[in-house]
């Protein structure tokens, strides 16, 4: 720097490398857009599962419908990464464009400014608060990670919508011309970068793909070598990851007490049963998986009574949804309302057994809740009660 060069804020024409350029942001932006569509459908479809007042019941077939969709949305989300951070790179120097004079445009200008200023605003927080998710940080104590992402989801989505729209003609052009078409660059960006457009763009291809592969193993058995983002890695008994462990949610003690007893009730009758009682019913066995929100998922063979078993005891009848409560005392996963689609699926189990042995403390001992299609977390463990509505 000379003496004398003033300090200034960088102008849209300082930024000369023809990479930055509407030929690949427009590829880039397609991919980002598929994997945000991704994210969102299968976002609803988690958020859907997990509300206990569902106007259509989820289905309980297939099995590993949710650990699907989950793994899908947790994996494109991760994917987006790359793909976000080099879509900004190429239209970076938009932001320094100068504003036009006349009212009606600056006007349009503004409008579409502001709408892009959400679009990115809302994609970081999606995918920082999603990734701090399935990393288990959870650095958010003042706000519910699961309704706040939900929330933002639709301001994504809209923002992107808007944004598509008023690009559309624009993208059109790029997608239909060759990427080292000139045409619509902007009259600065002439000089070659140290890439080619083809090698950026098969440089965030790869990226993308490892950011996806890196994660992607905490649901595919046969990747989780190479996940090493991946949080969970199959360690736990059975094969199976430990979410919650029974210390952490403080039932060491009456979990493995002899006066445990499993309450189940039904308009105002009860009865208590001990483990020995459950092993003493009908045991079927199934294999399940365990799919957290989180992403990560593991399939097991769990043997036990099934829950239509255990209510029938006390003359329950189909069609009912059940309450479900943990030994635990505190925590929002401690109860779970079990819609009667589950509840009287002869898959779903009242598991006393995962793989052939005896379920680990941190399993869930003395029993937990396994159906098929549910999100991980609605699987209670360490079952205390459970009443027919
Ligand atoms: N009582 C109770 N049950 C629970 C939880 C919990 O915190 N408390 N965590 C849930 C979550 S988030 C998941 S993913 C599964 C994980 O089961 P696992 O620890 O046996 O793998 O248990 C579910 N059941
Ligand atoms: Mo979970």
Redesign the pocket.
Known sequence: MTTGTQLRAPREEDFRSHLRSPAVAARVGLWLGIAFAVCFVTGLISHYAQNPAQPVPFPTSPSWGYRVTQGVHVVAGYGCVPLLLVKLWTVFPKLFARPPKAMRELALHAAERASIGVLVAAAIFQLASGIANAAQWYPWTTFSFRATHYAVAWVAIGALVIHVAVKLPIIRHALGAEVDDTTQDRPAATEPGVLTRRGLLRTTWSAAGVAALVTAGSAVPLLRRVSVLGVRSGD?PGG?????SASA?AVTASATAASYRLAVAYAGREVTLTRADLEALPQQTVTLP?A???GWS?SGEWTGPTVRDVMRLIDAPAGRDLRVE???QR?A??ATTLSSGFADDERTLLALGLDGETLAL???YPC?LIAPNRP???????VARMEAL
Do not use: M, Y
Request: proline share 3%.
């Open positions: 736990g199976i990851p430990i979410n919650k949610a365990i957290c929100v989180e593991a943990s030994l635990q925590g996963f401690r941190d399993h869930g937990r991980g977390v609605l699987q209670t463990k360490w």
